[in-house]
């Protein structure tokens, strides 16, 4: 496959290889298995002495397209499709780490990421213990003898949390560990945590990949070192993604530039009218003025992606009214669609933690998500402020 143009033109110009049709579009691979020209060349295939694909677990030209585009973005040497994003966050767990091992995680995470470390891993004898998102400078503390990675989110769901990358990378390095970072609320367009010093990165594709609200699926990239292993497990234990989301996904991302810069423009509309709104306590968003970290989410990231959260007052009266007075804009638990969606983290995306887990993480009664999609930001804003009133 052709390489590095600009992010943009990759991301468009990346395919496979036309076939005798001279299709203009890549077609769909939709296919469980391939062919073999002869016994030799079946043979030659399973001893990995020439390359090509076998069956559509283990390689599809729809993924391996949708994978080259990633790694492209992201700045990866390979990289393995998953079914879901949550598969591609337990594959890289379960392809790298053996029993003792000990993971460090910020405290900030998806749900169900949350879920895996605690109730899951440790039944294998894999333990994590969480840092404090914000204040790094206990993190040295948690080193343990057999820790081997470092698990990150930036900015967290539906916290909008970030941590210093540049800091990580070298925390990581420092301590030899592997550092994986979920980049999902960013996308590469907006963050790429391999400049950084990330060994691995994470996505659900489900969500701004995507775009548009349609399939499930995740993708995880980074060194080869790293991505063998995880491949070899992917391809043993079948978190396949379908080569029709793949499919779907690598066209999707000939238009992330230009999605990801309108989710920005409409964001920052909505962030600017939320923190100038009397019901509101406060609107976190990482380029807002009033985001605790605005000069690092500067530093680190491009924009400040499609997410916005806001803490109503009256906590979770209020909070329940506003969803139910909502009435354009979509009641739904996804993010990352063309259209904006609202969800109270609280009793829904994070309802399975504990109080006390929840308001370490900032996610209080009153804490309303908005992900902002791709209407014309005077008709969401028009929507927020009578549900409001
Ligand atoms: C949605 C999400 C996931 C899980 O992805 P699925 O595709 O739903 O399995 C993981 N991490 C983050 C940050 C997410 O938002």
Redesign the pocket.
Known sequence: MPKKHHFETDAIRMQTPTTSEREHSAPLYMTSSFTFESAEHARAMFANEIEGNVYSRYSNPNTDEFIAKICSMEGAESGVATA??????FGCLAGLLNQGDHIIASRSL?G??HQILTQILPRWGITSTYADTIKTDGWESLIQPNTRMLFL?TP??PGLDLIDLEWAGNFAKDHNLILVV?N??ATPYLQRPIDFGADLV?H????FIDGQGRA???VIVGSEKHMEKIRFFARHTGPALSPFNAWLFSKSIETLAVRMERHCDNAEELAKFLGNHPSVQFVKYPFHRDHPQFELAKKQMKRGGGVVCFEIKGGIDQATKFIDNIRLLSRSAN?GDTRTIVTHPATTTHSKLSEEERNSVGITPGLIRIAVGLEHHEDIIADVEQALS
Do not use: P, R, W, Y
């Open positions: 879901s994003g949550m598969a591609g966050v998806f169900s990421s989110e967290s769901n979920d999902c609320f994470q659900s594709a489900t969500k499930i699926g995740g993010l």
